[in-house]
């Protein structure tokens, strides 16, 4: 006799089937139920901001993990750990010229645990580290960002180069994660400790959008004024929404394998 499937496991067979139009839909409609169940939830949104940094911080540690003590960076993006370096860097820069604050300090032990990420896959274990699946080419996103930042920019009363920097690693952080999804993609099995990572970022970039999303309704659009005017205040947000988007598809194969009871993700062809 056939022994009954759990709920989840059917739900997601059934998602699976649904043309993409569908899948589309369910996601917004999931998307939209999560952030009122937050709205209700959470009283201080800021708090949503603050958990999406230390999401970001468990990811790092469970990279640490890895490298110290399994002494392999196979699977992991080297790029993607150079462009966060980027965009963490400058983010620091503008928050010590602009709004020093909590988020200061956050960011600043953020970068320094992702430049020890850095040096144990260029220096410690660089005989595990997948150059050749490693390729995607970083000036394609570094190079958009900085024109994109120096066209549309807040219009704040701080100092130009301090404003367009802010700009550019808010649109870098969109970004970031591009080429440790196509490291996956290249070799379409991720083994569990990279994938937590994944993981992680995925729902950091969810909180954080969750917390701007909110702020502007509860601001009734207040909010996007006191950004600024012209395209930057839909830049932020769209900003955020793509840093969401772009890891949607991965996050569900991950809850996917976690409540299969696989230990390694095996992603299907096209889904990074």
Request: proline share 4%; aromatic share 12%.
């Amino acid at each position: 006799m056939r022994a009954p499937k759990r709920p989840i496991y059917a739900v997601t067979t059934w998602v699976r089937r649904q043309p993409p139009k569908v899948k589309a839909f369910l996601a917004v409609v999931a998307g939209m139920a999560t952030l009122v169940l937050l709205r209700f939830i959470v009283h201080d949104h800021d708090n949503l901001f603050v958990a999406a940094e230390a999401v970001h911080s468990i990811g790092i540690s469970v990279l640490i993990y890895k490298l110290m003590k399994e002494k392999t960076c196979a699977g992991l993006s080297l790029k993607s750990q150079e462009l966060t370096a980027i965009f963490l860097a400058v983010r620091l820069y503008c928050s010590f010229v602009m709004e020093y604050d909590i988020h200061t300090i956050l960011d600043l032990a953020t970068l320094a645990t992702t430049l020890w990420v850095i040096y144990m896959i260029r220096f410690k274990l660089r005989s595990s580290y997948m150059e050749d699946k490693d390729n995607f080419a970083i000036y394609y996103v570094v190079v958009p960002c900085a024109v994109l930042a120096l066209l549309i920019h807040p219009s704040t009363s701080h100092n130009l180069l301090n404003r367009i920097s802010w700009a550019f690693c808010v649109y870098l952080e969109a970004v970031s994660v591009l080429p440790q999804l196509r490291v996956m993609q290249n070799t379409k099995i991720v083994e569990p400790f990279t994938a937590h990572y994944v993981f992680a970022l995925g729902v950091a970039r969810f909180l954080s959008c969750a917390h701007w999303v909110l702020q502007v309704l509860d601001t009734r659009g207040h909010l996007l004024v006191a950004l600024g005017y012209g395209l930057w205040p839909s830049m932020v947000l769209i900003s955020e929404i793509v840093q969401t988007f772009i890891l949607a598809d991965f996050c569900y194969y991950y809850v996917k394998s976690v409540f299969g009871g696989q230990l390694v993700l095996r992603l299907p062809s096209g889904v990074v």
